[in-house]
């Protein structure tokens, strides 16, 4: 019988541990659980903060750029060329030179165009909930900006600065902001609204097809209805003008008057460049009351030009999109040079963004993967292309002003390019 119990005992008492191993299990799991629980309703989830960081709003970024665009960072003063894959941040500044131009995009959709010779800051570009309130908030302290706005949530703003003003935009409004060298400044709106105060205290709404010029006090000089941009007619975008047996020609411009605003006379300016540098200036006329004007002793080459219109106040359109024509050299008159490129090289930008530059004749007109430039009087050019990932070839072309043509093909490595 005692055999029989002190079986009996032992393997009750096997039981009891395991039964006790897992109850001190489940009282661990409990406290911890309990612990983590009182920590999140004290402090918050301690994934947070990695959370939002993750999901950070990206800044402002380029559409597009031209020539020469520069970025200082806020926060290092340094100064960077940009790229395709730059992010813009409150405080950095965007800068152009001469031939520079930006556009750029917005937390709320909006599109910023920078024109040459300006300075930009971005200020504030946030947007939370979503996407469903945003603050953006840009300042203008030299030059001209264009400014076109998406539909507006509600509660988001969108707010230009410029030394005498501060301007909120509507939705769906486009807006140029241009602040001149004698510290003047003059709005102008083509579409929407916008509600300004001026540093004179002045705060009015601005509507679409206004124009308001501010004078140096910051108070408002005039207020009169848009002056539109002049349609050119002639010579057409991208036309080709024989030259006499001398050599040159007389091109004669034309254009209509602009379809709102009373214009009282007219600046043309014709260039070797599209973006009118002063290298690159073939002639300028002002106080042209007519809506022709001639030029003389136009050689073989590229020729860009562009009008705006002056009204009595002074109010000054904007430029008109520059047209492009060619005067070719009559039948034997040509140079005798053979059309050559050299001195290729491919600088990496950012993405698959290169900067092609090297040399040809002057006046050449260089094209490379859909784009195309003037190479400059000493026959140096410089395009920024999109190269293909897997491209490992490149075709340079190159154009005369009479039409010949030479095709030069370049071994492309995407690496080498980006060291």
Do not use: C
Request: charged share 20%; no cysteine.
């Amino acid at each position: 019988m005692s055999t029989k119990s002190s079986r009996f005992d032992l393997e009750w008492w096997i039981v009891s541990k395991r039964v006790l191993y897992l109850l001190a299990a489940l009282a661990v799991v409990a406290v911890a659980a309990s612990g983590i629980g009182v920590y999140t309703w004290l402090y918050g989830s301690p994934f947070k903060g990695g959370a939002t960081e993750a999901h950070a709003p990206a800044g402002a970024r380029f559409i597009s750029f031209d020539g020469d665009v520069r970025v200082v960072r806020a926060q290092t003063r340094e100064s960077l060329l940009a790229r395709s894959d730059t992010q813009l941040y409150p405080g950095d500044i965007v800068q152009t030179q001469d031939d520079g131009r930006a556009r750029i995009q917005l937390a709320d959709g909006s599109n910023l165009i920078v024109r040459p010779n300006s300075v930009v800051t971005i200020r504030d570009n946030a947007s939370s909930e979503g996407g469903q309130r945003t603050n953006v908030r840009v300042a203008v302290a030299r030059g001209q900006i264009n400014v076109r706005t998406e539909q507006q949530p509600v509660g988001g703003s969108n707010i230009v600065e410029t030394p005498l003003s501060k301007n909120n935009l509507a939705g769906q409004t486009g807006a140029s902001f241009d602040v001149r060298e004698d510290n003047s400044e003059g709005i102008r709106v083509s579409s929407g609204q916008l509600e300004t105060v001026t540093r004179g205290g002045i705060k009015t709404t601005v509507q679409g097809n206004e124009y308001i010029a501010l004078n140096q006090q910051g108070n408002i000089k005039s207020r009169e209805s848009l002056l539109a941009m002049p349609v050119l007619l002639s010579p057409r975008d991208l036309g080709k003008i024989s030259a006499t047996d001398k050599g040159a020609t007389s091109v004669t411009l034309r254009w209509v008057r602009p379809q709102t605003g009373e214009p009282r006379h007219y600046r043309v300016e014709v260039a070797t460049s599209p973006f009118f540098v002063p290298a690159g200036k073939v002639t300028e006329r002002d106080q042209l009351e007519a809506t022709q004007f001639s030029v003389s002793d136009l050689r073989a080459g590229i020729y860009f030009w562009r009008v705006r219109a002056v009204a009595a106040s002074g109010q000054i359109s904007e430029w008109t999109e520059p047209q492009k024509f060619t005067v070719v050299a009559a039948a034997g008159q040509g140079t005798g040079e053979h059309i050559s490129v050299s001195d290729v090289a491919f600088e990496f930008i950012g993405g698959s963004i290169y900067m092609a530059r090297g040399r040809t004749q002057p006046g050449n007109t260089v094209r490379i993967n859909g784009r195309e430039t003037l190479a400059a009087a000493d026959g140096s050019f410089q395009l920024q292309i999109s190269v293909p990932r897997a491209a490992r070839e490149i075709i340079v072309e190159a154009e005369d002003s009479q039409g010949t043509r030479n095709d030069t093909r370049l071994a492309f490595t995407p690496d080498a390019g980006q060291r």
